[in-house]
């Protein structure tokens, strides 16, 4: 079975301060992509940051950046120069590559960026 | 830029009423979606959806609920006979493909139907 889990539910940084939010999930596939989400209060979730899980560079988005630990099965996301526009709730996800039909999703971190 | 629209935002209902969660997808999409978040815990995969036929459902889509492309448009979820541990919000999400590689595969979520059971 794929879980993913995300264990701090909210967190806070003061404006321009960097964050980091923690996600590890669990499968035995080899194949598969890590994503993380950005829902915005009211709004639709968006794609903030995809990894594919062969690579083993840390995908980056401008201030975004993950560290991917594969072993560990870690994939932690890093926001630089938080802006208060990053306030949003953000999740964790995983999807197989063999099966793009089904996400699996963590609960969740509610990010509180302060000015 | 295209958006997968839901309405409505939040439903109320009484224990035992049907509901219809509705949802546009984008419109060259051929792939849907229905997820669900009970508060406080994970976003669910509930079933997804092509060519008119469920593709896969997981063990929470039971005979009570159904999922409907009613027209060139919509993409709706029924549920038949609601519970009070139906009270969730609704995700609905398209994509464009649904195998091969990622590209063109990644589904685009709406922004949610809070679904409240009385």
């Known amino acids: 079975a794929q879980t993913v889990t995300q264990s701090q539910p909210e967190m806070s940084v003061q404006e321009a301060e960097t964050v980091t939010l923690s996600c590890t999930y669990d499968?035995?596939?080899?194949?598969?992509?890590l994503f993380w989400y950005k829902q915005p209060p009211s709004r639709q979730m968006i794609l903030v940051i995809r990894q594919e899980a062969y690579k083993q560079q840390n995908a980056t988005e401008n201030r975004f950046s993950v560290n991917f630990q594969k072993a560990a099965k870690s994939f932690s996301l890093k926001i630089s120069d938080s802006q208060l526009g990053d306030t949003a709730m953000y999740f964790c996800?995983?999807?197989?590559?063999?099966?793009?039909?089904?996400?699996?999703f963590g609960s969740g971190t509610k990010l509180n960026v302060k000015p | 830029e295209p958006e997968v629209t839901q309405t409505p935002s939040h439903q109320v209902t009484q224990m035992g009423q049907e509901v219809i969660l509705r949802c546009v997808p984008i419109?060259?999409?051929?792939?849907f979606y229905w997820y669900r978040q009970i508060l406080g815990q994970k976003v669910e995969f509930l079933v997804s959806?092509?060519?008119?036929?469920?593709?896969?459902k997981s063990e929470i889509f039971d005979d009570q609920f159904s999922v409907e492309r009613p027209d060139g448009s919509n993409f709706t979820l029924k549920i038949r006979s609601t519970k009070l541990e139906d009270s969730a919000m609704y995700f609905c999400?398209?994509?464009?493909?649904?195998?091969?590689?990622?590209?063109?595969?990644?589904?685009?979520f709406g922004p949610g139907t809070r679904l409240t059971v009385l």
């Open positions: 959806f092509y060519n008119n036929e469920i593709s896969e």
């Open positions: 419109s060259n999409h051929l792939y």
């Open positions: 499968t035995s596939e080899n194949n598969y992509y």
């Open positions: 999400a398209s994509s464009a493909q649904g195998q091969g590689s990622w590209v063109g595969n990644e589904q685009f």
């Open positions: 996800a995983f999807i197989m590559v063999h099966n793009f039909n089904k996400f699996y």
